[in-house]
């Protein structure tokens, strides 16, 4: 087994977290200015610190996790997607476009995802006690998304517009689950939640009371959360280790974005405008190639089909 790569960044962060943040500890001769103050220059330091450099491992390198993430708990993110995921299955259900367990297409999404899932915890131990979904909806829409906690979906438009190999596959699920296991959406809500802060610096009772109803009220927005520039390279690097390591080629992450690139010339893809590619995608996957093939070569591959 590998080691945790991202253990010691994250336990740092957290402890200086708790200690610097003001938000649990009792300090009843400052002013709520203070304690902001406080809270701020907090996340500053772990900011500063979660830059800092990983410790060596094979594979991709991408920094800690971010600070904002602390913000909100991640189990309250994970109740609200499993949530929205069921409200949504239901929706399909009575629209006739859920793909049952027979579906072919669909035998094969949850076959691909079965070899990616076990890689998992080794980005997030939250992972362990995830209860991993994979559905298939019948949608033209070119998208496919995995909500925080394993929740995954992927639209029948994807894989038929862009006519995905079981390799291209894996490079999008791959993709998508990262996102959820570096926790990217926790990390926005946790951004929002401080904003907000910053705004009402006369209501500095910074519960968790408060927090919690930011979450519930940022629920219903999982679906739709656009991810920035800096969260997609993360998603394009992991994405391709763990896809490596479950037997997937990795140079399908350069088709794959060929494909994305020619369908965006026609109809722009609804997955484009929730994942901004930067320019330099391509490139950036093609330079990550000499970490990731070793992995891919070594891997168990998956049975012919
Ligand atoms: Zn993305």
Redesign the pocket.
Known sequence: MFTNPLSPPVKRAGHNCRASSGVAMPLASTGARARLLGLLLGLGLILSLAGGPALAREGVEVGGNSAFSKLVPAQDIELSAARQYAQMLGDARQQNALAGPDNAQLQRLRAIARRIIPFATDWNPRAKGWRWEVNLMGSKQINAFCMPGGKIVFYTGILESLKLTDDEVAMVMG??IA?ALREHARERMGKSVATGLGANLLGQALGLGQIGQTVTNYGAQLLTLK?GRE??SE?DLVGLELAARAGYDPRAGITLWRKMSAANKNAPPQWLST?PAGSTRIADIEAALPQVMPLFARAQKPPAR
């Open positions: 993709h998508e996102h991810f969260d997609e998603a994942h």
